[in-house]
T-cell receptor, first 113, second 113 residues
Framework: NAGVTQTPKFQVLKTGQSMTLQCAQDMNHNSMYWYRQDPGMGLRLIYY???????DKGEVPNGYNVSRLNKREFSLRLESAAPSQTSVYFC????????????FGPGTRLTVT | GESVGLHLPTLSVQEGDNSIINCAYS??????FIWYKQESGKGPQFIIDIRSNMDKRQGQRVTVLLNKTVKHLSLQIAATQPGDSAVYFC????????????FGQGTILTVHP
């Protein structure tokens, strides 16, 4: 099993450009999450999907949209990138909404200039 | 808002020593607490969790202690090895925000051979 995979690994955007971060998991997990991690800080939840067909806002959702494409895939879209969105983005999944253990992908390092 | 924080941002130990990483939390409604390990350039990796109705839980070389009276938890790593060098995060979840983890800032653990 590959676990949680994310693409791309690195991306540089200009202010105002848009892009979609892709995430997929092969563990048949029901719940998926998007976090951002800024230098010297812990992770902050952007959006989550408790189960296929549902999405909801986390702590820092402004400037982002998500799509739970199917049970395996959960994408994060930046419609108009801003320098404040420069960060490392992590996707995670868990067996269910009630499971404490989340499995994380390797991250996408995004720089917005 | 609710937050999870750490007392010490860095910890240096000698190989073979025991390490103790501390964490303070503020959400008294949390149902569980989790410790994650993050190696450089990788996503966080689940270490151990503890439910709010417990005060101690042991894993392989790790022990987590929970003191609800003072809202404090700690991660003890026995016989610390160079491979334990990483950033350690505590996180809390549950209560009214089940599945939505709140992460602390992180502690950098450096193990010297």
């Amino acid at each position: 099993n590959a676990g949680v995979t994310q693409t791309p690994k690195f991306q540089v955007l200009k202010t105002g450009q848009s892009m979609t971060l892709q995430c997929a998991q092969d563990m048949n997990h029901n719940s998926m999450y998007w976090y951002r991690q800024d230098p010297g800080m812990g992770l902050r939840l952007i959006y989550y999907s408790a189960s296929e067909g549902t999405t909801d806002k986390g702590e820092v959702p402004n400037g982002y949209n998500v799509s739970r494409l199917n049970k395996r895939e959960f994408s994060l879209r930046l419609e108009s990138a801003a320098p404040s969105q420069t960060s490392v983005y992590f996707c995670a999944s868990s067996e269910s909404w009630w499971t404490s253990e989340q499995y994380f992908g390797p991250g996408t390092r995004l720089t917005v200039t | 808002g609710e937050s999870v924080g750490l007392h010490l941002p860095t910890l240096s130990v000698q190989e073979g020593d025991n390490s103790i990483i501390n964490c303070a939390y503020s959400n008294s409604a949390s149902d569980y607490f989790i410790w994650y390990k993050q190696e450089s350039g990788k996503g966080p990796q689940f270490i151990i969790d503890i439910r709010s109705n417990m005060d101690k839980r042991q894993g392989q070389r790790v022990t987590v202690l929970l003191n609800k009276t003072v809202k404090h938890l700690s991660l003890q790593i026995a016989a610390t090895q160079p491979g334990d060098s990483a950033v350690y995060f505590c996180a809390d979840g549950g209560g009214t925000s089940y599945g939505k983890l709140t992460f602390g800032q992180g502690t950098i653990l450096t193990v010297h051979p």
